[in-house]
């Protein structure tokens, strides 16, 4: 009987100096594979984190957690730190694991009640989009978008590329124009995506869940902007095509003339 007994200690204490050596080396080889990095240490979604938790429950439970990471691949407003006030703000929605956590994607317990919160002196303004046209899900809460508009040009006006106010159409008279519209602004919301259910369908169509998989879908994406910018937004969604650019780490969009059909493919320099 004694020798069965030692010989089970003696397998646990194996299994045990086992476990520990394991942790050992993984943490080891992070460490290499951090030399000659500088690196920091920042918050990642371990598990999913339901819109409206607290940022100090998801540390609690474990739904996010602290780990190094080289600098170069960690953004600017990644959330590193979880302070007594920060612990409070809710998540405005849902992060999936594996997402470095931004520091905008907790705010306060009135935003996940519907209320919006609108930077000081800012307006909140909506528009609607297709997946393509805003980066699919990469354009997220607290990111920073320069705003495309598509547009055809007005063909009487012979200075520059007028806007002809009548937006897009296919197989249509006028010569269209892409320019920047906005530098830089904040996203204050995104909304779920919902199906466009087209006015008329023929009656040889698909139907039922083949007919849903192939209509586009929308999103509801609300900018911080300023008055001058409501004002160019709100028109160029009213006349034009829009289309969001996610802007990276030292991103700068710059205001130019832009392209039309006849100055698509000349070559700049």
């Given at each position: 009987?004694?020798?069965?007994?030692?010989?089970?200690?003696?397998?646990?204490?194996?299994?045990?100096?086992?476990?520990?050596?394991?942790?050992?080396?993984?943490?080891?080889?992070?460490?290499?594979?951090?030399?000659?990095?500088?690196?920091?240490?920042?918050?990642?979604?371990?598990?999913?984190?339901?819109?409206?938790?607290?940022?100090?429950?998801?540390?609690?439970?474990?739904?996010?957690?602290?780990?190094?990471?080289?600098?170069?691949?960690?953004?600017?407003?990644?959330?590193?730190?979880?302070?007594?006030?920060?612990?409070r703000?809710?998540?405005?929605?849902?992060?999936?694991?594996?997402?470095?956590?931004?520091?905008?994607?907790?705010?306060?317990?009135?935003?996940?009640?519907?209320?919006?919160?609108?930077?000081?002196?800012?307006?909140?303004?909506?528009?609607?989009?297709?997946?393509?046209?805003?980066?699919?899900?990469?354009?997220t809460?607290?990111?920073?978008?320069?705003?495309?508009?598509?547009?055809?040009?007005?063909?009487?006006?012979?200075?520059?590329?007028?806007?002809?106010?009548?937006?897009?159409?296919?197989?249509?008279?006028?010569?269209?124009?892409?320019?920047?519209?906005?530098?830089?602004?904040?996203?204050?919301?995104?909304?779920?995506?919902?199906?466009?259910?087209?006015?008329?369908?023929?009656?040889?169509?698909?139907?039922?869940?083949?007919a849903?998989?192939?209509?586009?879908?929308?999103?509801?994406?609300?900018?911080?902007v300023?008055?001058?910018?409501?004002?160019r937004?709100?028109?160029?969604?009213?006349?034009?095509?829009?289309?969001?650019?996610?802007?990276?780490?030292?991103?700068?969009?710059?205001?130019?003339?832009?392209?039309?059909?006849?100055?698509?493919?000349?070559?700049?320099?």
């Amino acid at each position: 009987m004694s020798r069965r007994i030692l010989a089970a200690l003696a397998a646990l204490v194996i299994a045990v100096v086992g476990s520990v050596a394991v942790v050992a080396y993984a943490r080891a080889a992070d460490q290499r594979a951090l030399i000659g990095q500088q690196a920091v240490r920042a918050y990642v979604a371990e598990k999913e984190v339901p819109a409206g938790t607290t940022a100090g429950q998801a540390v609690q439970d474990g739904l996010i957690v602290q780990e190094l990471i080289a600098r170069k691949g960690v953004p600017e407003d990644a959330l590193t730190d979880v302070s007594a006030d920060y612990s409070r703000l809710v998540a405005t929605s849902a992060i999936q694991p594996g997402e470095i956590v931004l520091v905008g994607r907790f705010a306060a317990h009135g935003a996940a009640q519907g209320v919006l919160p609108v930077p000081s002196g800012l307006l909140a303004v909506s528009v609607s989009l297709d997946d393509p046209s805003h980066v699919g899900s990469f354009v997220t809460v607290g990111s920073k978008v320069a705003v495309f508009d598509t547009f055809n040009v007005q063909e009487a006006v012979k200075s520059g590329q007028t806007p002809a106010g009548d937006h897009l159409q296919d197989n249509h008279g006028y010569t269209r124009a892409t320019r920047l519209l906005l530098q830089s602004v904040e996203v204050l919301a995104v909304d779920d995506s919902t199906t466009v259910t087209k006015p008329s369908e023929s009656a040889d169509k698909p139907t039922g869940l083949a007919a849903t998989a192939m209509q586009p879908t929308t999103t509801l994406l609300t900018l911080a902007v300023t008055q001058d910018q409501a004002q160019r937004l709100v028109h160029g969604a009213r006349t034009g095509t829009l289309t969001f650019a996610l802007l990276g780490p030292d991103a700068h969009a710059t205001p130019g003339t832009g392209v039309n059909d006849r100055s698509l493919f000349e070559v700049t320099r």
